[in-house]
């Protein structure tokens, strides 16, 4: 018999058996079970010891991934390059350019019966009027691949990322009887995991052991109330549900595609291959008939709520299928600051650019006519059509020279380069706009323990049989009956995942592994020189009666455990308020027992609990008390059974109080400095922590988050909600508005008034610009906080999974000081866009109204089309490339916030657009009328078709070229700075793209030839056109002398709420009924396709799909199943007799397949359920376009 690592290679039970084990719940599983003999003869089946777990060994892992499938869900594959590249090309100006461009090609070649007045150059037209139509051909293919390239790095990247964070998710197993964290990947079959308060779980599996579990499965069910879990009643725990009290250990029965999450993933991408196939053909079909219909499959975007809820319209290919009703419009975050001003901003650009475009081109035309057939009295011949075509292909330049579409590509890209940077400053991004909105954030609620402090606690100060020792005391000098059961209760409860590891170098401090309040106790013990490994040795868990796990409700923890010589031992610790209330009895001098009256306890909290917490140490108190069956002693409760352990009030009372000690936790050195620069900035700390008043005061005042003389609020938990709270119990608005804006500190909080702090602040209307919070946390209790806040940052390394499921930003090393690193990213990301935006909108300012009156005043644009082309690949790809990679300097963080409301586009940065366009527009008139005369060539003017280039429109080519060049460094500074060469060459990337284009230009000016409509220029000449270029430097200083005040507020563009021009854009969302008289028109559908495109890639439309989940998220999962469940519903009646059978079939077998999808988990209870659970629409062609393992939240 084949053997493997020693064992049968043959388990003694199936995949298939498994998988259908972990079909059931609640009883039934557990007859199930019973039929295999219970979990014990199942981990004898799957070759693995419930205490020791698996070997490990690389052989045993390999072939049980063979037999039971490894832990992952393969991703869709990447879209390719070719895709990449197909898509680029469906940008409609660059369609209209091929079409003009195929037009002028054919017609070169076209040559039409000749007449008696032919002229003598068509034989130089024939031989050259080819070039153009390639050139722009070429030109177009180009912008196309660097397109297709941005986005194909830009996915590569975003993978990467997901990897990284993929791999950075590790759990707890047994193996060796050894506890390993090891990447959820690496889970197999047979594994022992250990899983607490707080886990997201990476596999199916079946409980072997457990105390007080509370999982919450809603992201399966839709059930949001938590399922009690324990062996003898509900052993089955699933894949992608949470842990959200308690603790236990579980055999993996089922990993990757074959755990119930992945099922139901599976599903869902057949399904949505099907959807699609679907969609097509329907969509073919509809095409054919020609009609629009607002059934979103022509080209009306439908709109994709991401994370923020911002619209994001779908890429303009709108196979969107709506999954029901719209409960997603009441409480969506709304678009980010950025997002909202750029979208206007290109709304308003592309209006005037198609405006002036399609004048330009009714100009040329009509002035053609009227000179060919009225004045000149001509016959039409079929060689004008090449006349006309070249008129379009002017007006088609001016569009693509208006509309930048090297926005989105400075965004994109800044907002990439960002994320990598801020990667190494230990800001994990997992959101792309929360790192532009943290630039905008004007206040931050922070927790204190790991946050603000270094999260390495010790033991300082204890008080133990009325003795207050400083040091730690040695452990003959307490009476031994105490020390015994100080040392038994803290090493029996807490955590048997907390321990103290040896450090890695001699010189280190200990390493502390699992929860710090509890290592620092254990730190305790051994400086008591006694080992509490022995203790747990000689108790492992399996012997444990009770545990009540801690929570933020209890805010202490307690263990029962059976007493040697028959009985119970409770031992609890906690929050040394709330334990002191619940002790009748303490130890005196000498270990004597004393009945513990108020007055004690009056007197044990002022002289010292207090000092403790105002020298800001965390306090705990630890107690204990027996059950027994026999005589009892006055401080022991007599017993006859076993008592009702669910009656948590009486057991968990009349304790007898063994210590007190108080816990510190230093403040991070490098804190008040960062808080200093937050205030500075403009930004309000506010710390939120358990803690108690003293405590908190102690290091809300070390950290410099209040100064003694300042009169701020400091709140406790109860008093904050009796302030905010009307008659009714209520939360009231207008009562938070008195007391947030003075509050600083919020002490012994829940996570409910944190979260109700974070709502407080956004909802309210106080200030003049709608506050931008960002909140910090690491429990699973913050999640509600962190998905409200505007940029929620989650602690990378004490911070929970579902805390990292709800944030935006995982910070790596914990610290406060890297919030302010983001802060700093956030402000730079906004002000890079800013550069890129002040130089490109001169440059379309100048090129537009050149084209323009060119048109009008010579009937040809100076600038000719593959020339404008260039100038647009410089400006646009190049120089976003250049303005979006500049580096954050620390004096970003000397100003204010922007605010909401603030344009994007301010008075300064308009003084210089407009400035530096009057002295372009003013040097390129002056070349055009008189230029020919003044350096003595021949004129360009009213040259014929074919007539070849001139020395006179090369000259005034490169001047432009020459101007648009020198004033990108004009460009880097957009708060009125003189120097605009500071810092230069921190930038590498800024001066060799420069130096890159202007050699560039240097060899098209020289051997452009036809090509480039250019003739080659003498010395003289290029140093007239480097002369007007570095001009634009000397202009600029003048234009900074210009008093910014002097300029009309009007002239500052994309001001106003954001929420308003959220409406421009809805044109291209609306669902347009079937037989609705409202059709949109086709012009309107060609130009919001355009700009969709345009506005998808700004607001990172592109980008949100490729967010970045830990394995699989909550959310995604929620979202399978009301897409399912949509389908299910939504089939027949949407798609009537198209309907596919075999879709609704998989539908189906899911159903059954999936017997815990609970009846009501259709679409409809998204509406019932609290605001801070509520799921996103879904987009089904945004599902199955990225790997099924993504979450579009």
């Known amino acids: 018999m084949a053997t493997i690592d020693g064992r049968p290679a043959q388990y003694g039970i199936t995949l298939k058996h498994l998988r259908d084990l972990m079909e059931h719940r609640g009883p039934e599983g557990v007859n199930k079970l019973n039929e295999i003999g219970g979990v014990q003869e199942l ?90 139509g390639l050139a722009i051909l070429i030109s177009v293919i180009v912008v196309v691949f660097v397109t297709a390239f941005n986005d194909y790095t830009k996915e590569r990247q975003f993978r990467g990322l997901q990897n990284r964070i993929e791999g950075e998710h590790k759990f707890s197993v047994i193996r060796q009887a050894e506890v390993k964290q090891i990447g959820v990947s690496e889970i197999v079959v047979g594994d022992i995991c250990q899983i607490k308060y707080g886990d997201l779980l990476p596999a199916d599996g079946i409980l072997i052991q457990s105390n007080d579990l509370k999982v919450d499965e809603s992201s399966l069910t839709g059930e949001s109330d938590h399922v009690k879990k324990g062996e003898s009643f509900d052993p089955m725990v699933l894949s992608g549900t949470h842990v959200m009290e308690g603790s236990g250990k579980m055999l993996v029965t089922a990993v990757g595609v074959n755990s119930q999450a992945g099922i139901i993933f599976t599903l869902l991408g057949a399904a949505v291959d099907e959807q699609e196939q679907e969609i097509k053909k329907m969509k073919k079909g509809d095409e054919e008939a020609g009609n629009v219909t607002g059934n979103s499959h022509m080209n009306s975007p439908a709109p994709v709520e991401n994370k923020h809820g911002n619209s994001t319209p779908d890429d303009g290919q709108g196979n969107h299928v709506s999954s029901g009703g719209g409960g997603g419009e009441s409480h969506k975050k709304e678009k980010s600051v950025l997002q909202a001003k750029l979208t206007k901003l290109a709304i308003q650009i592309g209006y005037a650019g198609s405006t002036i475009a399609v004048l330009t081109v009714v100009i040329l035309v009509i002035q053609f006519c009227v000179h060919t057939f009225v004045i000149q009295q001509k016959e039409w011949r079929a060689s004008y059509v090449n006349n006309m075509v070249r008129h379009l292909i002017i007006g088609v330049t001016v569009l693509v020279v208006a509309v930048p579409e090297g926005l989105p590509l400075a965004v994109t890209l800044s907002l990439a380069y960002s994320v990598k940077k801020m990667m190494k400053d230990n800001n994990l991004v997992r959101h792309l ?71 890695d170098e001699p010189s280190e401090l200990p390493k502390q592994v699992g929860n710090k309040t509890e290592c620092a106790l254990l730190g305790f013990v051994l400086g008591l ?117 669910d009656d948590e009030e009486n057991i968990v009372n009349n304790l007898t109080c063994l210590c007190v000690v108080g816990i510190e936790d230093p403040v991070r050195p490098e804190v008040p400095e960062a808080i200093r620069k937050c205030q500075k900035a403009g930004i309000t700390v506010r710390m939120v922590t358990g803690d108690n008043v003293n405590t908190a005061r102690s290091i809300a005042t070390k950290c410099g988050i209040i100064k003694p003389t300042d009169d701020f609020l400091i709140l406790e938990g109860k008093e904050f909600n009796r302030r905010i709270r009307d008659s009714s119990g209520e939360v009231q608005q207008h009562l938070l508005d008195k007391v947030w804006p003075r509050m600083r500190v919020l002490a012994r909080s829940s996570p409910t008034d944190k979260y109700t702090l974070v709502k407080g602040i956004i909802d309210s209307k106080v200030s003049d610009n709608r506050e931008v919070v960002a909140v910090t946390g690491d429990g699973t209790n913050d999640g509600p906080a962190l998905k409200k806040a505007d940029v929620g940052f989650a602690m990378g390394i004490a911070g929970t999974d579902v805390a990292k499921e709800a944030s935006d930003i995982i910070l790596t090393d914990d610290n406060f000081s890297s919030i302010v690193k983001a802060v700093m990213w956030g402000r730079n990301v906004y002000d890079s866009i800013a550069k890129f935006l002040q130089f490109q909108l001169t440059v379309n300012v100048v090129a537009v109204i050149v084209a323009f009156i060119g048109a009008c005043a010579v009937q040809d644009s100076p600038l000719k089309a593959v020339q404008m082309l260039w100038v647009n690949l410089i400006m646009d790809t190049l120089a976003s490339l250049a303005l979006a990679t500049e580096l954050p300097t620390p004096d970003l963080l000397l100003r204010k916030p922007y605010g909401r409301t603030k344009p994007l586009i301010s008075r300064t940065m308009m003084k210089n657009i407009l400035g530096q366009a009057i002295y372009q527009l003013t040097v390129i008139f002056a070349l055009l009328f008189v230029g020919d005369k003044m350096l003595d060539i021949e004129s360009g003017r009213g040259a014929e078709i074919g007539a070849g280039p001139t020395q006179h429109f090369t000259v005034i080519f490169n001047t432009f070229v020459m ?66 270029g570095i001009g634009t430097l000397l202009w600029g200083q003048i234009v900074t002398t210009v008093p910014t005040r002097k300029i009309p507020k009007i002239l500052s563009w994309g001001r106003g709420h954001p929420e308003e021009y959220t409406e421009a854009i809805n044109i291209g969302e609306e669902k347009y009924d079937v037989d609705s ?96 659970l509520t799921i996103p629409e879904i987009d089904v062609e945004r599902l199955s376009s990225h790997s099924h393992t993504e979450t579009a939240v």
């Not at 693995?48 to 777990?53: I, K, L, R, V």
């Not at 699989?1112 to 399978?1120: I, M, P, R």
């Open 1077 to 1172: 008289d409202k059709k949109p028109r086709a012009g309107q559908i060609l130009w919001i396709r355009g700009l969709t495109r345009l506005q998808t890639q700004v607001i990172g439309g592109e980008l949100q799909e490729r967010l970045i989940p830990v394995p699989y998220s909550k959310s995604s999962t929620d979202q399978a199943i009301r897409v399912v469940n949509a389908f299910r519903q939504g089939l027949d009646a949407r798609y009537g007799e198209h309907s596919n059978t075999s879709l609704a079939e998989v539908l189906r077998k899911q159903t059954s397949l999936s017997k815990r999808l609970s009846q009501t988990s259709s679409i409809e209870y998204a509406d019932n359920i609290p605001d801070e």
């Open 529 to 645: 020189q006694k080992n509490y490994q022995t203790v747990r040795d000689d108790q492992p868990e399996e012997t444990f009666t009770r545990v009540y796990t801690f929570n933020s409700v209890r805010k202490s923890m307690s263990t029962i455990i059976p007493r040697k010589g028959g009985g119970y031992r409770l031992f609890t610790k906690g929050a040394s308020e709330i334990i002191l209330n619940k002790c009748a009895f303490i130890y005196g001098h000498d270990g004597r027992l004393e009945k513990f009256t108020r007055d004690m306890q009056e007197r044990l909290l002022r002289q010292v609990i207090e000092p403790m917490a105002c020298d800001g140490l965390r306090t705990i108190s630890i107690a204990y008390r027996d059950f027994v069956p026999d005589k009892a002693e006055i401080n022991q409760v007599h017993i006859e059974n076993e008592p009702n352990w």
């Open 433 to 503: 706009d929360a790192c532009e909105t943290m630039g905008n954030a004007t206040a931050i609620c922070s927790d204190k323990t790991g946050t603000l402090t270094t999260n390495r606690m010790t033991v300082v100060q204890s008080y133990i049989c009325e003795q207050l020792c400083k040091t730690t005391p040695k452990f003959s000098d307490i009476p031994s009956k105490v020390a015994n059961l100080i040392v038994q209760g803290i090493a029996v409860n807490s955590a048997y995942t907390s321990r103290i590891m040896p450090p």
């Open 963 to 1028: 101007m648009t060049l020198f004033n990108e460094f004009n460009a880097r500074k957009i708060h009125g700075q003189r120097n605009v060469f500071e810092g230069i060459f921190t930038n590498p990337i800024f001066y060799s793209i420069w130096v890159g284009t202007c050699a560039s230009q240097v060899i098209i000016i020289q051997y452009g030839k036809m090509a480039f409509a250019t003739r080659s220029l003498t010395l003289e000449q290029w140093m007239w056109c480097l002369l007007f």
């Open 43 to 132: 981990c004898k089946k799957l070759y693995t010891s419930p205490s020791e777990g698996l070997t490990g060994s690389q052989v045993d892992t390999e072939h049980r991934r063979e037999v039971f499938g490894s832990n992952s869900i393969p991703p869709k594959p990447p879209k390719t390059f070719l895709q990449l590249v197909w898509e680029a090309l469906q940008d409609i100006t660059l369609i209209i350019l091929e079409v003009a461009a195929i037009v002028s090609l054919g017609l070169s070649f076209y040559q039409p019966a000749s007449e008696e007045d032919a002229q003598p150059f068509d034989d130089d037209e024939t031989s050259h009027g080819w070039i153009e």
